[in-house]
């Protein structure tokens, strides 16, 4: 899967691959091109009495060696944990929703 996206100003084109699937307890992407020196993206699922609860756990390596690691200390890794926790957001609305609108699709 292919998408672009804007972070932290800058417009970035990532590919992932799911790697692993466990249909309906997880799966797990992993980028193969993009940006980051590389990530693993683990999404877990499980039945609770009033719906699912969805686990993400994301681990990445920041590109340029030491600069990338000043950079996940400074900022990084707290944009990292907003922007899932608002993408996750997003998904939940949706879900509960029943789904995307039909133009989305």
Do not use: C
């Not at 390596?61 to 996940?72: C, I, Y």
């Not at 200390?73 to 998904?91: D, P, S």
């Amino acid at each position: 899967m292919t998408w672009e996206a804007v972070h932290l100003g800058v417009k970035q084109r990532l590919t992932a691959k799911i790697t692993e699937l466990e249909r309906p307890h997880y799966f797990v992407d992993e980028m193969v091109k993009g940006a980051f020196k590389g990530f693993k993206h683990t999404h877990r699922f499980e039945p609770r009495d009033q719906g699912t609860l969805m686990t993400d756990m994301f681990d990445y390596e920041s590109p340029l060696g030491s600069l990338g690691k000043l950079a996940d200390r400074l900022f990084l890794e707290e944009y990292m944990r907003a922007f899932l926790v608002k993408r996750n957001g997003y998904i939940k609305q949706v879900a509960e929703r029943g789904g995307f609108p039909r133009e989305a699709q």
